[in-house]
């Protein structure tokens, strides 16, 4: 069976949840005969509210769009879950890193330091939107930082902030024995800090080449990008013995897509538009903390 999930930063009150309901069936949405109280519950956890309600039926990505919209007017978000996870058996969970795991793009930070942001930040915003190959537009923002210092990287490291709600993962998936890794469009030594920190059991991410301590602005090695991130999910999923069904997959831009629509569970964190038309699950008024409703054991 079906379930819709319902998460906000306050209450939602059953009248919210029939009002708008009411709201696309004027718009001949022909599902929301199905609506029983029997079928809602209730959830609290890490700060959020949280409201399960289970269908009969599938919708497809159309009618799920809608009904999202009618719930956003009170800044509820809105997820379609086929499938909630077991408690019983292990599942993966796969990040994006750059505005997904942590609230900054590395590369634009690592811009600032070297003098050449404008030039930098330009290129990711359009290559984020779905403007620009990202292959391309790696390569570009890369050639920027020829010559800056490989000690630059643990400085941009120390500046670095996990994303709302993202403290919160790093407590419940372990606790729930879940795998957690990151793919990242972003680079190795960031990753390798921060996987000393956080309970990461894998990631992927792109080398930079070094000359004399300093970088030549080249990429060195394979570039993590939108098919080499599915390729690693799916990789990842077979070694760890993981059904797809049972993989969730999160980010925030356009490269991120392939992934997201791999595993079983694709959902996009404040993602950029490029990225929502491609998908069909995304967090637009919450945070991180409402991956915690993934669960069938949360309700």
């Known amino acids: 069976m079906n379930s819709i999930l319902l998460i906000s930063q306050n209450p939602i009150p059953n009248n919210h949840i029939f009002d708008s309901f009411q709201d696309v069936k004027v718009k001949s ?15 609290v956890r890490y700060g959020l509210h949280s409201v399960r ?15 999202r919209e009618t719930f956003a007017k009170y800044q509820i978000d809105l997820l379609y ?4 996870l077991p408690n019983n058996q292990t599942s993966l969970f796969v990040f994006d890193m ?5 609230k900054e793009e590395v590369i634009d930070e690592l811009a600032r330091k070297h003098g050449v ?11 984020m939107e779905g403007g620009m190959g990202f292959d391309e537009a790696l390569r570009l923002r890369v050639e920027h930082l020829a010559g800056l210092s490989i000690q630059s990287f643990k400085e941009v490291y120390d500046l670095l902030h996990l994303n709302d709600g993202m403290e919160t993962v790093f407590q419940f998936l372990p606790s729930n024995g879940c795998k957690l890794g990151i793919l990242s469009g972003g680079f190795s ?6 996987s000393k920190k956080y309970p990461v059991d894998f990631f992927r991410a792109n080398g930079l080449e070094e000359k004399g301590g300093f970088f030549t602005g080249q990429i060195l090695g394979e570039i993590i990008n939108r098919e ?14 993981i059904p797809l069904e049972h993989v969730v997959a999160v980010g925030d831009g356009a490269n991120d897509a392939l992934m997201l629509n791999a595993a079983g569970i694709g959902i996009g964190i404040h993602a950029k538009q490029g990225l929502k038309d491609q998908i069909t699950n995304w967090i637009d008024f919450t945070n991180l903390s409402a991956l915690v409703f993934l669960f069938e054991n949360t309700f």
């Open 117 to 127: 942001f404008e030039e930098v930040a330009s290129v990711t915003k359009k290559a």
């Open 189 to 194: 030594p960031v990753l390798e800090l921060f």
């Open 29 to 43: 949405f022909t599902s929301t005969d199905t609506i029983d109280p029997k079928t809602i519950s209730h959830s």
């Open 98 to 102: 750059d505005s997904t795991v942590i």
């Open 228 to 241: 080499k991130k599915e390729i690693y999910l799916r990789k990842y999923a077979n070694e760890f013995s």
């Open 81 to 84: 879950i086929p499938s909630l």
């Open 53 to 67: 309600i289970f269908i009969e039926e599938s919708w497809n990505r159309n009618q799920i769009v809608t009904i």
